[in-house]
């Protein structure tokens, strides 16, 4: 069975760097898109984007500039690195598998979410 | 970008009712709509992926239809255990994107 597990710290002081990492269990890291969704406390969900296991990556462009997200298939990790966060960026941040089906992709496995506050 | 409108925001439904919610794409998305399932403090749980196909183990009484750019998610027969909030969500796109949700309360 397929398990995702986010890390990081909980709190980050605005205009600094947001690091998280999600460790990737039960499954291959080969031929899936490794992505991260964010939810606002008592919002909806917003896509930030994802990378392919071949490295190729795709970003939502409200948060194109700021966002960088790694794999590292050794340790079947990736990480999202968010720079000069404010207390927009305050969310539940979940790591999530995408699988493409039948040329539908879809977020079939998800982390259990960490919440990251920003604050001074 | 791709804007994904559902309706409606929240309902209140009984056990044992028929429950319809509709999610519509500000343009044309073919069958890449995907519906999800988020109780409280938990991940979103992967229901229907294009349009109407049920992902393994979800329960039959759940199901999904498109017409057009309007796509609908029927839960037949409410149980206890699906009260909760409903996302749509199109991969047609490369900016992948979310409707605003659907909460489905207790009467």
């Known amino acids: 069975q397929v398990q995702l597990q986010e890390s990081g710290p909980g709190l980050v002081k605005p205009s600094e760097t947001l690091s998280l990492t999600c460790s990737v269990s039960?499954?291959?890291?080969?031929?899936?898109?490794w992505s991260w969704i964010r939810q606002p406390p008592g919002k909806g969900l917003e896509w930030i984007g994802y990378?392919?296991?071949?490295?190729?990556?795709n970003y939502n462009p409200s948060l194109n500039s700021r966002v960088t997200i790694s794999l590292d298939t050794s340790r079947t990790q990736f990480s999202l690195k968010l720079r000069s966060v404010t207390a927009a960026d305050t969310a539940v941040y979940f790591c999530?598998?995408?699988?493409?089906?039948?040329?539908?992709?879809?977020?079939?496995?998800w982390g259990q979410g960490i919440l990251v506050t920003v604050s001074s | 970008d791709i804007q994904m409108t559902q309706s409606p925001s929240s309902l209140s439904a009984s056990v044992g009712d028929r429950v319809t919610i509709t999610c519509r794409a500000s343009?044309?998305?073919?069958?890449?709509l995907n519906w999800y399932q988020q109780k409280p403090g938990k991940a979103p749980k992967l229901l229907i992926y294009?349009?109407?196909s049920l992902q393994s183990g979800v329960p039959s009484r759940f199901s999904g239809s498109r017409s057009g750019t309007d796509f609908t998610l029927t839960i037949t027969r409410l149980q206890p255990e699906d009260f909760a909030t409903y996302y749509c969500?199109?991969?047609?796109?490369?900016?992948?994107?979310f409707g605003q949700g659907t909460r489905v309360e207790i009467k």
């Open positions: 999530a598998r995408a699988t493409r089906r039948i040329n539908f992709d879809m977020f079939d496995y």
């Open positions: 039960g499954g291959s890291i080969s031929g899936y898109f």
């Open positions: 990378i392919f296991t071949t490295g190729s990556t």
């Open positions: 343009q044309s998305i073919s069958s890449y």
């Open positions: 294009g349009a109407s």
């Open positions: 969500q199109q991969s047609y796109s490369t900016l992948w994107t």
